[in-house]
């Protein structure tokens, strides 16, 4: 199975979300900046990277996880990737996609826009990591909810 996590950028909620999935970050703690900053591709996609799947690891089922960005598209990003697994053959239960936009405070909207958007890492990078610390917990919470669709396949 593929399971991909997204969200606007790619960068932050998706990236944490997929790192908690495979065990990169700890369930039971806030995970500290240098944690989040070690994670592939955290606060790292380029402008026009968005729509790119990163991998970001294979699970411990055999599932191979991905991370996201879907700028605009919103819905039809899912639509897109099931439609294009479909003319490749590839059965819709065979892609798990996981939005996790909703999970996306504003701190992380504030800090991802300033470092990856206009390029002030600088002053970003530590707004989107409070951010996402912040939002942590929903996003173990997430993650946990959703166990039951990729265990075992």
Same mark, same amino acid.
């Given at each position: 199975?593929?399971?991909? #996590?997204h969200c606007f950028g =790619?960068?932050?909620?998706?990236?944490? /979300?997929?790192?908690? +999935?495979?065990?990169?970050?700890?369930?039971?703690?806030?995970?500290?900046?240098?944690?989040?900053?070690?994670?592939? #591709?955290?606060?790292?996609?380029?402008?026009?990277?968005?729509?790119?799947?990163?991998?970001?690891?294979?699970?411990? #089922? =055999?599932?191979?996880? #991905? /991370?996201?960005?879907?700028?605009?598209?919103?819905?039809?990003?899912?639509?897109?990737?099931? $439609?294009?697994?479909?003319?490749? =053959?590839?059965?819709? !239960?065979?892609? %798990?996609? %996981?939005?996790?936009?909703?999970?996306?405070?504003?701190?992380?909207?504030? *800090?991802?826009?300033?470092?990856?958007?206009? *390029? %002030?890492?600088?002053?970003?990078?530590?707004?989107?990591?409070?951010?996402?610390?912040?939002?942590?917990? !929903?996003?173990? $919470?997430?993650?946990?909810?959703?166990? +039951? %669709?990729?265990? *075992?396949?």
């Amino acid at each position: 199975m593929l399971v991909i #996590y997204h969200c606007f950028g =790619g960068s932050h909620s998706s990236v944490t /979300a997929a790192a908690i +999935h495979l065990g990169l970050l700890p369930r039971n703690r806030l995970p500290t900046a240098a944690e989040l900053l070690a994670l592939p #591709y955290f606060d790292g996609r380029s402008r026009g990277e968005e729509g790119e799947l990163k991998f970001m690891g294979t699970d411990v #089922y =055999g599932n191979k996880v #991905y /991370a996201a960005g879907k700028k605009n598209l919103g819905s039809r990003f899912e639509t897109l990737l099931y $439609d294009l697994a479909a003319a490749l =053959g590839v059965p819709r !239960q065979e892609i %798990l996609l %996981l939005n996790t936009s909703p999970l996306v405070n504003l701190l992380m909207r504030l *800090g991802g826009f300033t470092s990856r958007r206009i *390029g %002030l890492t600088a002053p970003g990078r530590p707004v989107v990591i409070w951010g996402t610390r912040s939002a942590f917990f !929903q996003l173990v $919470d997430f993650v946990s909810r959703n166990r +039951h %669709l990729w265990e *075992g396949h």
